[in-house]
């Protein structure tokens, strides 16, 4: 009897789906709505009193949305993501590796995300007059890029001339997309404020954009 009530319980334990972290991803903020990435799937919109896998938007604005995730209350803000421990998600809701990233563009029309270099996360900006992904020097620290035994040049910025360093970053990531071996400069001192996610990033993916929607796509 013993034997048979053990084997009950471990068949009872392998049939139980495993409980998975419900991840929230604010890509998009407006009046009584928000565009959100629920456990790396693609971005939908939430209107106010709309519930999606296990997320209800309360309310919005163009600061911060309250939702209710999983049963537990969360604001956050622009770019801010959550991870809430609930019911088990389906694998096929991760999406694969290299999945499309959109972006949504801001007031001023410019389109941020959150991108790991090294696995250090930090913010970026899309920028199409970038030769190269750049960054200053203390998002490169923070990143143990170890830029001074790169090769050292002058450039020319709006704060006037600074030194940078050509350096290769083994891997960056957007997303699910992941690159390798991404060419970077780095400027002493703290511009840009952000990640500028330039040219070398970006001839490596399919850029498309419509209207205030940007999707990026893997092409090698």
């Known amino acids: 009897m013993k034997l048979k009530l053990f084997l009950v319980c471990i068949i009872n334990l392998l049939a139980a789906p495993a409980l ?36 209800k938007l309360i309310s919005a604005d163009s600061n911060s949305g309250t939702f209710v995730i999983e049963g537990k209350r969360q604001v956050l803000k622009m ?12 694998a096929a809701s991760e999406g694969g590796t290299n999945s499309p ?7 001023a029309g ?18 199409t007059g970038a030769t190269t992904v750049a960054l200053n020097s203390g998002d490169a620290k923070y990143a143990k890029i170890d830029y001074e035994k790169g090769e050292k040049v002058n450039m020319s ?45 970006q001839n490596r993916l399919d850029v498309k954009r419509d209207n205030s929607i940007m999707t990026l796509t893997k092409k090698y």
């Open 20 to 55: 998975a972290d419900t991840r929230v991803n604010v890509v998009g903020l407006f009046s009584n709505k928000a565009i959100v990435i629920i456990n790396g799937g693609s971005p939908q919109s939430l209107s106010a009193g709309q519930t999606s896998n296990g997320v």
């Open 79 to 90: 770019g801010q993501a959550a991870s809430v421990a609930g019911s088990a998600a389906p």
């Open 101 to 107: 990233v959109s972006l949504y563009a801001d007031s």
């Open 110 to 127: 410019h389109f941020y995300g959150n991108l790991s270099i090294n696995g250090a996360s930090l913010k970026y900006v899309v920028d």
């Open 157 to 201: 910025t709006a704060n006037g001339v600074v030194e940078a360093y050509l350096v290769t970053l083994n891997t960056l990531k957007i997303g699910k997309i992941v690159l390798n071996n991404v060419q970077a400069t780095v400027l002493e001192g703290g511009s840009p404020p952000v990640v500028l996610l330039g040219m070398t990033a």
